[in-house]
């Protein structure tokens, strides 16, 4: 097979990573008492399962004492659930056929009920890794073979789908011959500090979960029992809205110091998990707003670049569409009937990338036209 260029997103234990001698770098075998070890997965039918837990309908639960911790997550909100209990010492991969699976579920649950056991299998959490490169030449790793994470906040498979977006738009650029192969570059200057941040997010995450200690007492009867169960339940309560109220992490991550963005010199807000300021400030997402017509702005964005223009104008776009056109970029402009807008983005003109990042903002369009070969990587 021959190819001009090769992305090996072939998981964590990634062929083309290992024959480009690239290594992963960060924490590995974390041990925690939960998300820090040997995990088994049971993927389970069970159409009672809802009538018997004695709790109110719920998307995951989270059971806890000192012999086993798990979460049981509902697949499709009826029947379908997967189990994720920690394994203890001793107990591997081995060991566990479809009745110990059955059994392990079971413990969990504190009651039997009629299931089916679709599937089970080990897996291993305590990893916060990204490799040491995301590319050589013309190779590129992404998503698990770039960066392999403990499954806290569920944030592997949405990094990896930002690499893709990220790399989709530059690989198309360079086989267009829009942009030099340089282009190429950012990548890794771009998504290897992002890959960093969100592993050490999701390790916060799985510390905060998985350093909790349930103790023996905390299923006796008695006020010491209830001491530890409410303990345990405001621990866990904390925890969740932690884990899984992450806008902040989800929408706030940024290019800063990109070769491709264009700094406006302006701070962007502080990244904070549970927080989501949206800002316009170059190399972050931009934000979002509903149109008059009921549509997202980011619907009405061009598939390729896009040229926000905001307020009243007028503007200068003419010198940036003539230039756009001399280098060879798919450029549109957009300008949405929503005044509010130039207040939310602090511009009259904004520059959005293929893959809905800010690379610019300002008033004129003049300022622009000289970083218009910079954003291509040029
Ligand atoms: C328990 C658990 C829960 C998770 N929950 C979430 C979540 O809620 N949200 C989230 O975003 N992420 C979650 N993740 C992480 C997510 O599953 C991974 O980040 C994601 O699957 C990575 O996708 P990928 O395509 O990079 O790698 P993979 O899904 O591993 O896919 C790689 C593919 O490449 C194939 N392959 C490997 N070698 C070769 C070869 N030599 N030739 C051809 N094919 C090959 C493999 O067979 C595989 O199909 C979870 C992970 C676990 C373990």
């Not at 994470?149 to 829009?178: C, H, M, Q, R």
């Not at 960093?196 to 916060?204: F, G, K, P």
């Not at 866990?236 to 010199?265: C, K, M, Q, W």
């Not at 040229?307 to 007028?314: H, K």
């Amino acid at each position: 097979m021959r190819a001009q260029f090769l992305v090996g997103a072939d998981g964590p234990r990634s062929l083309v990573r290992t024959h480009l001698g690239i290594g992963y770098a960060g924490a590995s075998d974390i041990k925690r008492d939960f998300m820090g070890g040997l995990m088994l997965a049971v993927y389970l039918r069970s159409p009672q399962m809802y009538a018997r837990i004695p709790h109110d309908r719920a998307w995951m639960y989270v059971t806890v004492n000192a012999q086993r911790r798990a979460l049981l997550v509902a697949v499709d909100g009826q029947q379908d659930f997967a189990l994720h209990a920690a394994l203890q010492e001793g107990e591997d991969s081995e060991g566990i056929d479809e009745s110990a699976a059955r059994q392990l579920v079971i413990q969990v649950l504190g009651f039997d009920v009629e299931m089916e056991i679709l599937s089970h299998q080990t897996w291993m959490a305590g990893h916060a890794l990204v490799a040491e490169r995301f590319s050589k030449g013309r190779v590129f790793l992404m998503g698990d073979a770039a960066h392999l994470f403990t499954p806290t906040g569920g944030l592997g498979y949405n990094t990896a789908v930002e690499d893709a977006v990220n790399l989709g738009w530059k690989l198309a650029s360079v086989g267009k011959s829009i942009s030099p192969l340089a282009l190429l570059d950012s990548y890794e200057a771009e998504r290897r500090p992002l890959a960093v941040r969100n592993t050490s997010y999701a390790r916060q995450f799985a510390d905060s979960v998985g350093l909790f200690v349930a103790r023996e007492a905390l299923e006796d009867d008695g006020p010491q029992g209830q001491a530890l169960r409410q303990e345990a339940s405001d621990v866990l309560n904390a925890h969740v809205r932690l884990e899984f109220n992450i806008p902040g992490v989800t929408f706030g991550g940024r290019y800063e110091g990109s070769p491709l963005i264009i700094s406006d010199g302006t701070s962007p807000p502080p990244d904070t998990a549970n927080d989501y300021q949206p800002s316009a400030c170059p190399g972050g997402r931009p934000p979002h707003a509903w149109l008059p017509d009921g549509r997202s702005l980011f619907d009405a964005f061009h598939r390729e670049w896009t040229l926000l223009l905001l307020g009243q104008g007028p503007w200068d776009a003419s010198v940036v569409m003539e230039e756009a056109q001399a280098l060879g970029m798919d450029l549109s402009l957009v300008q949405p009937d929503l005044p509010e807008l130039q207040a939310l983005y602090q511009a009259s003109m904004v520059l959005i990338r293929p893959d809905h990042i800010v690379a610019w903002r300002g008033k004129h369009g003049a300022d622009l036209v000289p970083f218009l070969p910079q954003v291509l990587g040029h």
